[in-house]
């Protein structure tokens, strides 16, 4: 008897426990991620103020129906125009892509052979490799941007060493250029890299690539024609992973770039901090998130579709 | 194949980890330096240790850190793990593919764009900007990084325990305290760790959502490295890592020892 109420109770028991466990994270993020994007949106289309907040129109709901539309007609895309017609945010949004991806490009190029040799690695040593890779990425990322700053300097470690062994006779600037800014990306951003494409290599399966063998087949066209093209979902993944975040990068240009390393990311930081110009800030954001949508949206199918394939 | 490794993965293996450690190593050795000019060796001290304990202001920043990272880690692994739930186990709901965009957008999605959205909400609300506010910001980007732990966990699952369980008539909570969360402990214990460094480390956002009093170990340090690189901050990364890497190999060691008296028991 007493199993037969429990059973007619489930139901509606277990909608309750469903909403909730869906509800809870749906509702904050939806709070705290989705509301913040659109706020942003709307402070694009404002102007600066002296105020607090230091923008205007504000919406005021007394306000009513009139009051919204009131609202909507103060609403300007001047914020755009004039990031539009400035070259110095043309500039900055271009060499972020360019450092972005060619960063990736040689997180890739280092990143492969790392994670094909781990794949192939005995059983035992496999599992410390894949720890060993994790663990720089728990230290402090700040920390780790921060070392090279003490090793790329003039009077730094590297020209040092360089100049000890008579590879070259005064220091070399390599700290405050592009260069450094590209060393910091490749060095924190690696393990990104490195895991996805580790998964994908570490499930391949061998007999592939041995049957190309005995079939004649060159080690290099068998890598070219079977492993890379299995392993392009951690490709993907990985190249997503390190592109999206490096485009909007603030640390690393900040502390290893110097001046002249323009990126887009510390543009917002500086006209949101410096300038309190918090409308530009806004409108430099939204931009920046219409680039990346494209980006993001791939990155989010591959995810997905990893999740599906490894069920 | 597998098991051999050719002249050229042992050589990558080699370049690739010297690349990934000798920076660390490089800055934990120059925090035992007597001198305190960083790039010439003066000779091993711990000076520099000592000096950290007198400052006060990277003392109160550190505590503040730790207060935030363990508040964030709670709540984004309750959370995360309700997200990692949802997506795998009910199907098909309303509203599942702006929630799946939700979940892993924040991973990828620019630091800085993050932190100014929050700000702007908590202007717009009219929230006073301290401790809870860099918390709440925390919670929301770490949370997705627990779902995804979880998630991959769930997945690779076998549910017809948590269906028998449901036959036999326990209920859906009682069927996740004592079927599901003791298998996907591990995972769960891993996305607590991860959402607690991740908060520990971040710079950016809390340097948005941050307030008077707020101040984060991480917003320290980085203004004293942009006044210049002194011994005294190696010394406060080097006790950072050492504490982070002793955490993680113990919950390695942890996770590992039950997974084995599971298969033993």
């Known amino acids: 008897m007493a199993r037969h109420t429990l059973r007619r109770d489930e139901p509606r028991r277990r909608g309750l426990g469903r909403k909730l466990v869906i509800g809870a994270p749906y509702l904050w993020l939806g709070a705290f991620f989705a509301l913040p994007v659109l706020i942003v949106l709307k402070i694009a289309l404002s102007y600066p103020e002296l105020a607090q907040p230091p923008y205007g129109p504000t919406l005021d709901l007394a306000g009513g129906w009139a009051g919204f539309v009131a609202f909507l007609g103060e609403l300007s895309f001047d914020n755009f125009a004039f990031i539009a017609s400035d070259d110095l945010y043309v500039a900055a949004l271009g060499s972020s892509l360019r450092i972005a991806a060619s960063s990736t490009l040689m997180l890739l190029l280092v990143g492969y052979p790392i994670a094909y040799a781990m794949a192939k690695a005995p059983d035992g040593l496999r599992g410390i490799l894949v720890a060993a890779v994790i663990l720089p990425f728990w230290t402090s990322f700040l920390i780790r941007v921060y070392a090279w700053i003490g090793i790329l300097r003039p009077e730094g470690l590297l020209n040092g060493f360089l100049v000890s062994i008579g590879v070259i006779d005064a220091p070399l600037t390599i700290l405050n250029t592009e260069i450094a800014v590209h060393i910091g990306i490749v060095y924190t951003y690696l393990p990104f890299m490195v895991l996805p494409l580790y998964a994908t290599l570490e499930r391949m399966d061998d007999t592939l690539i041995e049957a190309a063998q005995d079939l004649g087949s060159t080690p290099l066209k068998a890598f070219w024609t079977i492993t890379v093209p299995l392993s392009w979902p951690g490709i993907v993944a990985g190249s997503l992973l390190c592109f999206i975040p490096a485009v909007g990068e603030f640390v690393i240009p900040d502390l290893l770039g110097g001046s002249d390393t323009l990126m887009i990311g510390r543009i917002l930081w500086s006209e949101f901090f410096s300038n309190r110009d918090w409308p530009l800030a806004s409108a430099v954001a939204i931009v920046m998130l219409v680039v990346l949508v494209v980006p993001i949206v791939l990155f989010r199918e591959a995810e997905a579709r990893r999740m599906e394939e490894s069920r | ?265």
């Open chain 2, 1 to 265: 194949m597998r098991g051999r490794l050719s002249p050229f993965n042992v050589v990558s293996l080699t370049l690739g980890f010297a690349f990934l450690y000798i920076p660390i190593l490089i800055l934990i050795l120059y925090s035992f330096n007597a001198s305190r000019l960083v790039s010439v060796w003066g000779g091993f001290s711990t000076q520099w240790y000592f000096a950290l304990l007198e400052n006060e202001p990277l003392l109160d920043a550190a505590w503040v850190t730790v207060r935030v990272a363990f508040v964030t880690a709670i709540l984004a692994t309750v959370l995360g793990t309700m997200a990692a739930i949802s997506l795998t186990r009910y199907g098909r709901f309303r509203g599942r593919a702006l929630f799946t965009g939700m979940v892993y957008a924040p991973m990828v999605m620019p630091e800085v764009i993050t932190g100014l959205s929050l700000l702007l909400l908590f202007v717009s609300i009219d929230l006073d900007r301290g401790f809870w506010t860099v918390t709440l910001a925390h919670v929301t980007f770490t949370m997705c990084f627990v779902t995804v732990v979880v998630q991959a966990r769930l997945v690779a699952f076998d549910r017809s325990l948590e269906e028998a369980a449901m036959d036999l008539g326990a209920t859906p909570w009682r069927t996740f305290v004592s079927v599901t969360l003791p298998v996907i402990a591990p995972a769960v214990l891993a996305g607590f760790l991860l959402a607690f460094t991740l908060s520990l480390d971040d710079l950016v956002i809390a340097s948005f959502a941050s307030g008077p009093g707020a101040t984060t170990l991480p917003m320290r340090i980085y203004s004293s490295v942009r006044l210049g690189v002194t011994p005294e901050i190696n010394a406060a990364s080097t006790i950072l890592i050492l504490l982070v890497t002793t955490g993680v190999i113990v919950a390695a060691l942890v996770t590992k020892r039950s997974v084995m008296m599971r298969q033993a028991g």
